[in-house]
Structure formats: C-alpha cells, structure tokens
C-alpha cells in the first residue's frame, strides 16, 4: 500500500496506530508537540516513554513541525488527548490542502463546551470534509504487540470509511464500519467515567457482583446520553459501545480504571495522577458527561456520583451509598 498518513499525538495510542499503519504498508510521520521528546524518538527509534521496548519499522518518521506534519499527507491521524483535540488542529489547520481527510481515534469530549469532536472538526475544516473516528476496545500495548484486536470505524462518508479500514485492517487487527459517528463517539468518551467508577468499587474491596452491576447500568447510562444525543441505540452494544466499556472496566492496563482503583483505597487524585503519568480522559469526561446529563434532563447517577467524589470530594464510601440507597425501580424503565 503506498498510502502517506500523518499522525498527530506521540503518546502510547499515536504511536501504537504509527507501528499498526508501518506494518501494513503505509508511509507514516509521527508528530509530537514536545521537539526532546521527539527527538529521542529519532534517536532511538522507539517511544520508550509511553510505549518501550518496540522497534519503529523503517518507515515510521517523527517531527516536532506541524507544517511538514500537515504537508506531508491529506490524511491526518488525530491521537492527541481530547484536552488539546481542538488547538492542536487550530495550529494544523492554516497549513493544510483542500484536500485534507481528517480521523482522530481520541476519546473524550472538549472541554470548553462538551461538543463531540466531529463538532470540532466540522467547525474547523467544514462539514463536507471527510471525518472518521476509530474506536473500540484497543489497549495500545496490545495493538502494538500485534495481538487480535477488533475496531469501529465510524465516518461521515462511508467511503472514508472504507478507506481507513483497508489501511488498518489485517489478520491481526479487523475494522469494522459505521455511519454512526455520534454513538461511536459517546460510546468510547462515557466509558471512561464508567471505568473509573468500577475501579473505584474494586478499590473499595467490593466484588465481582458489583463490576457487572455497574458495567452493565453504566451501558443503560452511556445509551440513554447516546440516543439523546442522536446515537443509534444499536451502537452501544458494539464494539465501540458495550466492548470497549468491559475493557475498560475490567483490566488493570486501564489507566481510567487503576485511577478509580487507587482512588478507592483512599489515595490522593493528584499522587495518583502523577503517578500514572499518562492521560486520564475519564477526569474531563466526568464533568462533561455529568454537564450534559444535567442539560437534557438524563438520569445518570453512576456519572453523578462518580463527578461528585472527583470534583465535589465526595467520599467513594459515600457515593456507593448514595447509589445503593435509591429507590428499587423497574429494569427496563428510562
Ligand atoms: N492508550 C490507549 O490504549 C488508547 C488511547 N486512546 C485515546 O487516545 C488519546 C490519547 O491517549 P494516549 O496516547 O493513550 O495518551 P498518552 O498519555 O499515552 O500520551 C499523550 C500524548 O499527548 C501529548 N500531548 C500532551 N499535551 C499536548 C499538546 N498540547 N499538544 C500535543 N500533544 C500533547 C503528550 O505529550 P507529552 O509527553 O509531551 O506530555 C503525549 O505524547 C486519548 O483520547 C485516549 O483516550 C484510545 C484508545 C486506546
Ligand atoms: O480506551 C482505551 C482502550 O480501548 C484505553 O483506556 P484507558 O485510557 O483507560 O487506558
């Protein structure tokens, strides 16, 4: 495949998909904002900070310059934190031709206002411009060890579609598409406030019983936002959606989930922050899940109490409380 693709974001998941598009043929410059840590990629031709001990094939190459970023390839990768999705295609914006597609596979709301991100990419390059988010249940390091992993491809244009799907897809890594942007995308932002929540019960030495209680009333809370927001009710239960939320919520390389784990044994959020290192979209996604909750009138207590503990300094012992004192109800009701 003699396809150029650049890659915006040098952290775990911008490097993992960086080695993923190399080896199944593309030409692919890796950008990040920090030019020494750039430059020791250069160097030793690994990312030994978020993502070590894998070798950059060959045609892997790095920059710290958004115009050579943004003239080397119209098809961008966006895999920044969704805290700086926006500037940083502000800063790509001037330098890019009309013939630019635009895919991200972050996860996260932006923060001034709590737009979805293809919001944010139609705002800036037009709506007409071709835009597609990947996501799914996609621990980096796994991606990047080549073990089997599935994804959602969801774009505005089912083309574009198609296309990421034939640069990503291999026998060890299979893409699905979708036409559902906005479910896909609520699907993987909310599942990290339902993370860090269930970490949070594990830490507080609560059991099995509990994680597949919450797994599976946060679903009913990522729906009941998703359809809201205009999802397709059919998107949740898939790999964007319910598989992403088990990952999520059950294994350890879940940093929004060693967050809550830490949180519930009564460490410090900002130790524990430190101490991770790495993005935490669940933070932000909390208190823009819970804004949006309160807008259109969802009731969403897990996200509730899970802002209430991040932001409020509610006790984790106290917010389980509060959830398990409410009134029995019918399974099935909104
Ligand atoms: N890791 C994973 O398994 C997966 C992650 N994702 C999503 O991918 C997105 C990125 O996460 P991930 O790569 O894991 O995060 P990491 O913490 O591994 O890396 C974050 C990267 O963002 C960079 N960064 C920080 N600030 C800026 C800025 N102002 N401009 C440009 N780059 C900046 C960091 O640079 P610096 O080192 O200088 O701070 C670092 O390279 C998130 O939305 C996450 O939810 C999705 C699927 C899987
Ligand atoms: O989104 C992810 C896997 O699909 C990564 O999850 P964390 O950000 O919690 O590590």
Redesign the pocket.
Known sequence: MNQKITI?????????LAILAARNGCQVLLW???PH?IALLAKQRQNR???PELNFPDTINVTDNIKDAAQFSDLILV???????K??LLALYPHCTARITVAW????FNPDDGCLLHEVVADIFGAHTPAALL??P??????AADLPTAITIAANQAEFANHLADIFHSNRFRTYTSTDLIGVEVG?AVK?VLAIAAGIADGLGFGANTRAALITRGLNEIIRLGVQLGGKQETFMGLAGLGDLILTCTDN?S?NRRFGLALGQGKNKDDIIKEI???I?GISAAKETHLLALKYGIDMPITEQTYKVLYEQLAPQTAVQNLLSREPKSEASD
């Open positions: 915006l974001g040098a952290g775990s998941w911008g490097t993992a990040g904002h920090n840590h900070r978020y993502l895999c920044v934190p969704s805290q700086v999705f500037q940083t596979a972050t996860k996260g996501s799914g996609t621990f980096a390091r796994e991606v993987g990290n390389q940093r290192g790495q993005e979209e």
